[in-house]
């Protein structure tokens, strides 16, 4: 690893020239770090990197990066699977940052250590036959963050991303929450002003159609429960943001999308607990839908990475564990549900969620490429037993050079504050 030290080196002259022209970084890496390797490559090219840096200022400012929120571990399979290959495919510059990576999950851990029914026995019994209906894994929740990270790992790999970014935030009251969002959110754009910022739709559908609220993103909220605050969080944020900054960056506006990933029913058993197709029959309609199916394949392996349960190697299917229903309700939906950053009604739906029509008609039929190999595979039942090859790095995000403290303003414009449930 190249560092300060060697930096008279010629390794390191070679490195860092490397590095100066590698367009790659372009939405990954600030420029102030671009132009410190053009300058250290060496004096007598000097002239030479800086017109290169030049024109890597104007390539990159041309091609702004897109940013992808994601709240927690599997919120990228279920919401974002076809979004963010959509994306690199369009060559922009993706990122994606884990922004709770070590929030407790009381629940789920009580499943693992059996001190509740693995719910893949309890209601998913025909498609996991033996599993045990208790486990007994003895795990904490330092241990359990860190297998989710590893699944959150896989998943982004098999998504066509090399690396990916996690704050190490945990568990935090939502105005403080939503300032540290806000803040993040603020530093990319004002690196990269024009930043796509994708975050997961913070209302459930079970808001909108059990208890009739008609927006996912429509506030006040006086009745509740009240949304998932983790995921809300990045909705709130954004609102602070337009609100403080109406014209964003420049001038340039903001560029706001929220995917959903709390639409899905599971439509052949019905054991969901959010949403239950023959209670609530009218579909929920996300204000945006379109269809994605050229990106299957890269959605079926990154929820396979939340499949794969061989304990003896730590590897525990824990996002499968914590909401099958919605892996199950998903995996063969072709379409992608954004919801805006401007409330109002929603508008009629123009196609039906794909998960009404007869399961696993569209799995069958698709090619599905993994980094190692190539298989027919069919993704409706059981556990992931392939492997995953392509496993990216992770880059911690680096320390705030300003940060505006918008707690108060949060609960001046949201009103009271509660603990995520």
């Given at each position: 690893m190249y560092n300060e030290e060697n930096i008279s080196t010629s390794s390191y002259r070679y490195y860092a020239l490397r590095e100066c022209f590698d367009m790659r970084h372009c939405g990954q890496r600030p420029l102030y770090q671009q132009l410190k390797f053009c300058l250290k490559s060496g004096t007598r090219i000097f002239l030479l990197n800086l017109l290169f840096f030049i024109t890597i200022v104007a390539v990159c400012n041309a091609a702004v990066p897109t940013v992808f929120y994601v709240p927690h571990q599997d919120d990228e399979a279920l919401g974002m699977p076809l979004g963010i290959p959509e994306h690199i495919a369009a060559g922009r510059p993706v990122k994606v940052i884990l922004y709770m990576p070590n929030r407790s999950d009381p629940g789920l851990l009580d499943i693992m250590n059996g001190v509740t029914q693995c719910p893949l026995n309890k209601y998913y019994a025909s498609r996991f036959p033996g599993h045990p209906a208790y486990h007994n894994f003895n795990m904490n929740q330092q241990q359990m963050n860190t297998y989710r990270n590893e699944e959150f790992s896989r998943s982004v790999g098999a998504l066509g991303l090399s690396t990916y970014s996690s704050t190490g935030w945990g568990d935090a009251q939502e105005s403080q929450l939503v300032s540290l969002m806000y803040n993040l959110i603020l530093k990319y754009e004002k690196i990269y002003p024009g930043t796509g910022h994708k975050c997961i739709a913070g209302p459930s559908f079970m808001l909108i159609n059990i208890f009739k609220i008609k927006n996912r993103d429509c506030f006040p909220w006086d009745n509740p429960p009240k949304p998932m605050?983790?995921?809300?969080?990045?909705?709130?944020?954004?609102?602070?943001?337009?609100?403080?900054?109406?014209?964003?960056?420049?001038?340039l506006g903001w560029d706001f999308r929220f995917y959903d990933d709390y639409i899905w029913f599971d439509p052949v058993t019905n054991e969901n607990t959010y949403y239950t197709y023959t209670t609530h029959p009218e579909p929920p309609c996300p204000q945006y839908t379109y269809g994605a199916g050229q990106y299957m394949g890269y959605?079926?392996?990154?929820?396979?990475?939340?499949?794969?349960?061989?304990?003896?190697?730590?590897?525990?299917?824990?996002?499968?564990?914590?909401?099958?229903?919605?892996?199950?309700?998903?995996?063969?939906?072709?379409?992608?549900?954004?919801?805006?950053?401007?409330?109002?009604?929603?508008?009629?739906?123009?196609?039906?969620?794909?998960n009404q029509t007869p399961r696993g008609s569209f799995a069958k039929s698709i090619h599905v490429h993994d980094h190692d190999n190539s298989h027919d595979f069919n993704s409706t039942e059981g556990f992931y037993h392939g492997d995953f090859q392509y496993v990216p790095a992770v880059e911690e995000i680096e320390e705030y050079i300003e940060f505006e403290d918008v707690t108060e303003q949060a609960i001046k414009m949201f009103g009271d504050e509660h603990w995520k449930q």
């Open positions: 605050v983790d995921h809300i969080a990045c909705y709130k944020a954004a609102l602070l943001l337009k609100s403080n900054y109406p014209n964003g960056i420049n001038g959605k079926i392996n990154s929820q396979n990475a939340y499949k794969v349960y061989t304990p003896s190697s730590n590897r525990y299917a824990l996002g499968m564990h914590s909401v099958p229903n919605l892996f199950y309700g998903s995996q063969n939906d072709p379409y992608i549900y954004l919801e805006l950053l401007e409330p109002g009604n929603n508008p009629p739906c123009k196609i039906q969620p794909y």
